[in-house]
């Protein structure tokens, strides 16, 4: 053949020595095998690397994670300010920040969740099938089981030594006077995802009292994952302000009780009480009925005990708002305090006809004593002779129709809108003596208060003065707003009001020794039915200060629907007088007047409130009357009355 012949041949058994050439193919496969060999070397270097990170580099940082709610958080959650009153020369704390223990849970670190679950459950209250599914979570580092712990259920946690189990420090909101205050305060609390302040200065400031949360900055990796050995920012928290309020403790406990107990005597729906001092317009006691506890507020039933009254609460003033009516026509150099006029018992404009509260005409009568037996038609003719505009430029100078500003959410404006068009005589009528127009207890305060104030209109403050969190201080300064009326208008209607108390329909809120000062009020409540006023509801009130020459104490009283008496000057009155009693012999003011030990006997006969409430053992418990103490709470009142005339009568 002519092809090749294969050299090879096997000689004395042997391979012939010359070498066979080694394939391409081979050494490419041996590389192969080389490189995946390194490759999984790599590979588990890089897999220990990681579980190095994770377990000896990361070990802090997940203990951390595992110890305090993310430990390094810690600095990231600032202290809520606390809230004080004023107590003698000191303050006393009515909301704070109090210490206890939370629960919970590593699941990483639980062998046996259902059984942990099973012992652990009946201490924390939990359903057992929800706690071990929650201490089940394979991947989970943190899961919080409860908070507040008691010192029986920490005790008992403690003795069970529990695999993953742990406890932690926190603080919950604390207020050490239980129901004081609490409409002033309100809670903190949750509302959907958001913990905060709820209602009260607790909404109000809650920001500041809140603080700033602290801010953490760590490297991530590509997948968004946090590089445990990177580099961490922590920017600390700071901490919220405090704040000291202008509330007088013993002046806020003695209007708590008086008006809890007038509620219960005179079978009330509801009431309130404010007390301002009148150069600075701070609130020295905001006191409603009903009330609850803050410490307690989830079991609380009757959500009207949230709402602050003072405040929020909008209705027809009736007779008290003639003061303004008379302090604008002598403001206005319309009328003086003995311009006299011919009373005939009613006054007919536009179909409608206006009568005196008791029926009846009184023939030639004084602007004062106008005051005196609070006539609505001498009301009627001091806003005539005033005028329909400059009336409606000194109400709204007054403060009526617009928010106060007082440092309180929620507060309503009231509405005048019955005195858009002054081309409306009766809406004007109507409104000289408090029908047709709404206010807010706290309008009607600042209103007399400014009067006391010799005409200057103060801003109602709650805060005097916020503690920061390095202990600096910083004053809150009375704000005066404007001059509603002149030095010698306010003396005139100061004078007026003076002669209510002494001859008039305001005897039982005089103090023996006392030039006490006031007005009476018999409002009737809009129907929320039908057009017009509810039949057999009402609303007394009384407002004024004292003493007249250097006025201390601007005090209002509120008693809705009062159903075993039928006037202002039987409930509100004697009420007003027994909280300015306080106040006068509190602030040891001295007496200017005359007054004899019989007469302090006949006061204290008739103005029982205080010993009343201690007798009964009245205590309000979560917003309804604790024993001893029936009444029969109602909501709240809108005071959308209809401007029929003919229902203006009622006595005050």
Known sequence: MNGPKNNTKLKSGRINSRPKPVSPKKNSADNRIRALFFLIIAAALI??????????????????????????????????????????????????????????????????????????????????????????????????????????????????????????????????????????????????????????????????????????????????????????????????????????????????????????????????????????????????????????YQSVNNMQAFRNLAVSDTYEPGSIFKTITMAAGIDAGKITPETTYTDTGAVKIAGYTIRNALLKAYGLQTMTQVLDMSLNTGAIYAEQQTGNQNFANYVHKFGFGVPTGIDLPGEASGTLANLGNTNRDIQFYTASFGQGITVTPIQIAAAY?????????????????????????????????????????ANEVGQMLRDVVVNGEGKMAGVPGYLVVGKTGTAQVASRDTKGYAQGEEIGSFAGFAPLNNPQYTLLVRIDNPRTVSWAESSAAPTFGEMMKFLLDYGNIPPTEKYTQSDLDAFAKTHTLSQDFLNNGCSNNNGNNGSGCDNNNSGNNNGNGNNNADTGNKKD
């Open 47 to 296: 897999i220990a690397g990681k579980l190095y990170s994770l377990q000896v580099s990361a070990h802090e940082y997940y203990k951390d994670l595992a110890e305090n709610e993310h430990s390094i958080f810690r600095d990231l959650v600032p202290v809520r300010g606390q809230i004080y009153i004023r107590d003698g020369n000191g303050t006393y704390p009515v909301a704070v920040d109090k210490s206890t223990q939370m629960a919970y849970a590593v699941p990483k670190e639980i062998s046996d969740p259902d059984g942990e679950a099973g012992v652990l459950a009946p201490i924390l209250g939990l359903p057992e099938r929800d706690l071990a599914g929650r201490l089940g979570k394979p991947n989970d580092m943190y899961e919080v089981l409860a908070h507040r712990l008691s010192s029986d259920q920490i005790n008992k946690i403690n003795a069970l030594k529990l695999d993953g189990i742990h406890l932690e420090d926190e603080s919950y909101r604390y207020y050490p006077a239980d129901q004081l205050a609490s409409n002033v305060l309100g809670f903190v609390g949750w509302q959907g995802n958001n913990f905060g302040g709820r209602y009260g200065l607790e909404a109000y400031y809650d920001s500041e009292l809140a603080g700033t949360t602290g801010q953490l900055q760590q490297n991530r990796d590509s997948g968004g994952g946090w590089i445990f050995t990177g580099q961490k920012e922590i920017t600390d928290a700071e901490d919220g302000d405090s704040l000291v309020l202008s509330i007088d403790h013993s002046i806020q406990y003695e209007a708590e009780k008086i008006i809890e107990s007038a509620i219960n005597k005179y079978q009330a729906d509801q009431g309130t009480i404010i007390v301002m001092q009148p150069d600075t317009g701070r609130v020295l006691a905001m006191a409603s009925f009903p009330n609850f506890d803050p410490n307690n």
């Open 449 to 489: 208060n400014a009067i006391a104030n010799g005409g200057l209109l103060m801003k109602p403050e709650m805060v005097q003065q916020m503690i920061r969190p390095d202990g600096s201080t910083q004053d809150v300064a009375p704000q005066d707003e404007r001059r509603v009326v002149s030095q010698n208008t």
